[in-house]
């Protein structure tokens, strides 16, 4: 019987100047087989401000399927939902 190791990745950053240098490691990293994440490429998220209060926007790459299933036919919209949720207890 063969046990693996289990794979762990190692991160390093590498500090640069010259953009050389980054075309340079990319193109070792073809060769060795290791990846290049770019800060600065890196999805910003587009905040704006609603009177005052930051809102960020949500990730388009979440699945809302579940939800859907949860709502659907049960005549619930957001005035309904916020009546009922947002009671204060008096």
Same mark, same amino acid.
């Given at each position: #019987? +063969?046990?693996?190791?289990?794979? +762990? #990745?190692? $991160?390093? +950053?590498?500090? /640069?100047?010259?953009?050389?240098?980054? @075309?340079? *490691?990319?193109?070792?990293? !073809?060769?060795?087989?290791?990846?290049?994440?770019?800060?600065?490429?890196? $999805?910003? @998220?587009?905040? /704006?401000?609603?009177?005052?209060?930051? +809102?960020?926007? =949500?990730?388009? @790459?979440?699945? #809302?399927?579940? *939800? &859907?299933?949860?709502?659907? =036919? !049960?005549?619930?919209?957001?005035? &309904?939902?916020?009546?009922?949720?947002?009671?204060?207890?008096?």
């Amino acid at each position: #019987m +063969v046990i693996e190791k289990e794979k +762990v #990745m190692h $991160e390093v +950053v590498i500090k /640069y100047k010259n953009q050389k240098t980054l @075309k340079a *490691l990319t193109a070792l990293g !073809e060769y060795l087989g290791f990846s290049i994440a770019d800060s600065e490429k890196e $999805e910003k @998220k587009e905040i /704006y401000h609603i009177n005052g209060i930051p +809102v960020e926007s =949500g990730d388009p @790459k979440i699945d #809302m399927q579940d *939800l &859907t299933t949860i709502f659907t =036919g !049960e005549d619930i919209d957001a005035k &309904t939902l916020r009546e009922s949720a947002w009671q204060r207890k008096k």
